[in-house]
T-cell receptor
C-alpha cells in the first residue's frame, strides 16, 4: 500500500483558512487521494477525494500537485467544529471495484482551532 | 437514511473470553469493513465483506473473524481475548459506486480486563 506523510499537528485560528499538506511520493497512476477526518469520540468521516484535478465540495477543497506527489486539503474558513484528526489516504482503483475499500490510515494531522 | 449502527457501544470482557460485535450498514450498502483503533497503532484495517463474501483481510491473527449476512449486516468475533485487544472497533459501509466514500459508525469500545 502506498504511504502518505502528514505533519503530526497543526494549529490555526477560527475563521481563517487552513491548509493541511500531505506527501505521497510513491503514488501510482490509479491511486485516488482521499481525505477523512475524525472528530473526538466519533468514527472517521469522509471529507473529499480526487485523482488529478482540484476538487471542491461543501466541506473543503483539495488541491493536487501536477506530479500528484503531494496534495493539500483546504478548509476555507475554519470553525471550532473542524478541530479533528485529518487523514490523507491513497485508495487503489478508486471506485472501479464495486464498493471495495481497504483504507490504510496513517497517523494523520491533529488540527487545533483557536477561538 | 439511518447511519451505520454498531452495537453494543461499550463492552467489558475478561481475558480468554470471546466477543461478538454487530454492525448494521446504511440501507442499500453491500460493502462492510471493520477497523481496529488503538492509541499505539492507530486505525488498522481488519477485513471487508461484500455480499456475504470476505474480499479483503488485514494482518490480524485468526482469533479475529467476521461474517456478513444476506441483509448486509455484519458481525465480527474475537476469540480468546487478550489485553491488547482493548480498542475501539469501527465498522464502515460503502455504496457500490463508492462515490461518497465510506460511512463509519461510532464504534464499539471494547475493554479487556
Amino acid at each position: 500500500d502506498a504511504k502518505t506523510t502528514q505533519p503530526n499537528s497543526m494549529e490555526s485560528n477560527e475563521e481563517e483558512p487552513v491548509h493541511l499538506p500531505c506527501n505521497h511520493s510513491t503514488i501510482s497512476g490509479t491511486d485516488y487521494i482521499h481525505w477523512y477526518r475524525q472528530l473526538p469520540s466519533q468514527g472517521p468521516e469522509y471529507v473529499i477525494h480526487g485523482l488529478t484535478s482540484n476538487v471542491n465540495n461543501r466541506m473543503a477543497s483539495l488541491a493536487i500537485a501536477e506530479d500528484r506527489k503531494s496534495s493539500t486539503l483546504i478548509l476555507h474558513r475554519a470553525t471550532l467544529r473542524d478541530a479533528a484528526v485529518y487523514y490523507c489516504i491513497l485508495r487503489e482503483g478508486g471506485f472501479i471495484i464495486q464498493g471495495a475499500q481497504k483504507l490504510v490510515f496513517g497517523q494523520g494531522t491533529r488540527l487545533t482551532i483557536n477561538p | 437514511k439511518a447511519g451505520v449502527t454498531q452495537t453494543p457501544r461499550y463492552l467489558i470482557k475478561t481475558r480468554g473470553q470471546q466477543v461478538t460485535l454487530s454492525c448494521s450498514p446504511i440501507s442499500g450498502h453491500r460493502s462492510v469493513s471493520w477497523y481496529q483503533q488503538t492509541p499505539g497503532q492507530g486505525l488498522q484495517f481488519l477485513f471487508e465483506y461484500f455480499s456475504e463474501t470476505q474480499r479483503n483481510k488485514g494482518n490480524f491473527p485468526g482469533r479475529f473473524s467476521g461474517r456478513q449476512f444476506s441483509n448486509s449486516r455484519s458481525e465480527m468475533n474475537v476469540s480468546t481475548l487478550e489485553l491488547g485487544d482493548s480498542a475501539l472497533y469501527l465498522c464502515a459501509s460503502t455504496e457500490d459506486s463508492g462515490v461518497l466514500g465510506a460511512f463509519f459508525g461510532q464504534g464499539t469500545r471494547l475493554t479487556v480486563v
